[in-house]
């Protein structure tokens, strides 16, 4: 797709509307002017008194006539008897004939288009009418044929040049002028659009550099900037610091809580207890996942999704979890750039929600246009279609008792959601074939350089 900059559509513009105004006025001046000249052609009696006066008048003699009347816009000459008078005329020009020959006292005229030794060779027809070119054949008592060519032409400048044509070319080099100015101002802002999107707060931001010619409002938007990145970086390393040290002492409490749990006497209160404790470590762990993410702190290695997929879909159906996993020899092939961790926690999700809500999980693995997609079914009865993309949002679920045993915080979807992101993939929710939820996720392929 073509991108037109800031700079450009405003040169556009002004372009635009300067020729647009120019062509109007021009086209309304020259109209009038061409009606003006009209109406300045030799008149009939002028006409009539010249042939008069070359009729009385000697051969030998004529020529000094010629010469004294003559002018740039009123060619005069005499052709021998025997050159024809007639040829092919437009009804205007018969109109204009019979006009005029009614003011030469009974004398043949013809009116036609004047020949083009005149005008321009390349452009005979624009050379004419911008001259308001007319000729006039009269046939002399003499038998002589006398030719006039009447030129009343556009008002030109001292330099030969149309009036109008220096203020054109004045305003086109102010255009000019203006979009080079442009150009220069609105480069600061393309290179502040780059750095917008290359913005990576897991490390130091580069600062923009400082436009020192630019306008006022453009270097504080740049200072802005910077200033804000940094602030964002020292934002994110506390945070990350923070978060890091909450983890590391819950995590250490959980420890030491569940080998207490384990002196608990009564066997269905110590499953319960270990079972909230191991929930807490996993909202934990999904916690501080989806946090690493979004600081771009995700690892990166070459990650086999099959064999991944393989391990999680044996481990449940040794517990006895209804799930299948079905992928070509393509797939089993295919790999990833990513987080092993994280990318085992998304499917670990998915699948845990499939068997919790759906009773099973159907795997399918398919690699298309340079991206693997993994579909999970399930046998539930399915997630409304208003639903399917808020159950992706932090905490919400669509069971809303907050019953620990209907399921967890609501924040499966929504931790699977910014990690398959942060990987530079998608999930989609939709229904399966057979009626239940299908969740499928698209990985990009990794494509070794």
């Known amino acids: 797709m073509l991108r037109v900059t800031l700079a450009a559509r405003l040169a556009l513009i002004g372009l635009v509307g300067i020729a647009l105004v120019t062509t109007v006025v021009v086209a309304i001046f020259y109209r009038t002017t061409l009606r003006e000249n009209e109406l300045t052609r030799p008149s009939p009696a002028r006409l009539d008194a ?3 006066l070359l009729e009385r008048t000697e051969v030998g003699s004529r020529q000094a006539v010629l010469d004294a009347v003559s002018s740039p816009q009123f060619a005069v000459r005499i052709v021998p008897s ?5 040829g092919e005329t437009t009804p205007e020009q018969q109109e204009l004939r019979e006009t005029y020959a009614a003011g030469l006292a009974g004398r043949p005229v013809e009116i036609v288009p004047p020949s083009d030794h005149r005008g321009s060779r390349a452009f005979p ?14 046939g002399l008592r003499s038998g002589d044929l006398l030719i006039i060519d009447a030129y009343t032409r556009l008002p030109v400048t001292p330099f030969g040049l149309p009036v109008g044509f220096g203020a054109g070319l004045f305003g086109s080099i102010v255009a000019l002028l203006a979009l080079l100015v442009m150009q220069r101002e609105t480069r600061p802002l393309a290179r502040l659009a780059a750095a917008v999107d290359r ?6 931001p580069p600062p923009l550099p400082d436009a020192r010619r630019s306008a006022p409002e453009i270097r504080a938007v740049i200072a802005a900037f910077n200033r804000l990145q940094g602030r964002l970086a020292e934002m994110l390393r506390a945070r990350m610091t923070l978060v890091g040290g909450i ?3 819950v995590r250490t409490f959980a420890t030491r809580l569940r080998l207490r749990v384990e002196h608990i006497p009564d066997d ?5 207890a270990v079972a909230d404790i191991d929930d807490m470590i996993r909202l934990l762990d999904d916690a501080l996942l989806s946090t690493r ?47 092993r961790l994280a990318l085992r926690r998304v499917f ?12 099973a999980a159907h795997v399918h693995m398919d690699v298309t246009d340079g991206a693997i997609a993994v579909s999970i079914d399930d046998e539930g009865p399915g997630i409304p279609v208003d639903q399917r993309e808020t159950v992706l949002e932090p905490f919400h679920r669509l069971e809303k008792s907050r019953n620990r045993a209907t399921g967890g915080a609501g924040l499966g979807l929504a931790v699977v959601r910014s990690l398959v992101e942060a990987h530079g993939g998608t999930i989609e929710i939709g229904a399966a074939p057979g009626g239940g939820t299908r969740v499928r996720v698209t990985l990009p392929v990794f494509q070794p350089a």
């Open 293 to 339: 993410a979004g600081a771009g702190g995700l690892s990166q290695e070459m990650v086999e999704l099959a064999a991944l997929l393989a391990v999680d879909v044996h481990d449940r159906r040794v517990q006895g979890a209804a799930v299948d996993l079905v992928a070509d020899e393509r797939a089993r092939a295919t790999v990833v750039l990513g987080d």
């Open 82 to 86: 025997g050159a024809p008078v007639g």
């Open 199 to 204: 913005v990576d707060l897991s490390a130091d």
């Open 348 to 359: 670990a999700n998915i699948l845990d929600n499939a068997l919790a809500y759906g009773h």
């Open 50 to 52: 010249l042939a008069t």
């Open 247 to 249: 983890a590391h002492d």
């Open 125 to 138: 027809r624009l050379a004419r009418l911008m001259a308001n070119a007319i000729e006039f054949r009269i």
């Open 268 to 272: 269905a209160e110590r499953r319960r």
